[in-house]
């Protein structure tokens, strides 16, 4: 697992509208993880946090959005991805 895989992840969420609402589409933070980890990415949910750690409130924004300027994470409960105590 590592930080590099999580960067690769978050990048995509942020330029495939598609990957990030299947992926944001699952209620469960354990099957949002697992479908990560289905697509090839290596990482855990504490990288994930960790990379998320570094981008600014837009660019998490644009994650939640699907790569969307502008978008927001709309109920999202701050992009939370993988856990409940994500602050991606």
Same mark, same amino acid.
């Given at each position: 697992?590592?930080? *590099?895989? /999580?960067?690769? &992840? +978050?990048? %995509?969420? %942020? +330029? @495939? /509208?598609? #990957?990030?609402? =299947? +992926?944001?589409?699952? @209620? !469960? ?11 090839? #990415? !290596? ?6 946090? /960790? ?16 790569? *969307?300027?502008?978008?927001? /994470? ?5 992009? =939370?991805?993988?856990? *409940?105590?994500?602050? &991606?």
């Amino acid at each position: 697992m590592s930080q *590099e895989q /999580a960067h690769e &992840f +978050i990048e %995509k969420m %942020k +330029i @495939d /509208a598609g #990957f990030s609402e =299947r +992926i944001m589409a699952l @209620d !469960d933070p354990q099957a949002r993880l697992q479908m990560i980890h289905d697509e090839g #990415f !290596d990482c855990s949910a504490e990288e994930i946090d /960790a990379v998320s750690a570094e981008l600014s409130k837009t660019e998490l924004d644009e994650v939640a959005a699907g790569g *969307e300027p502008g978008g927001e /994470a709309d109920g999202l409960g701050g992009c =939370r991805v993988v856990n *409940e105590t994500s602050s &991606f």
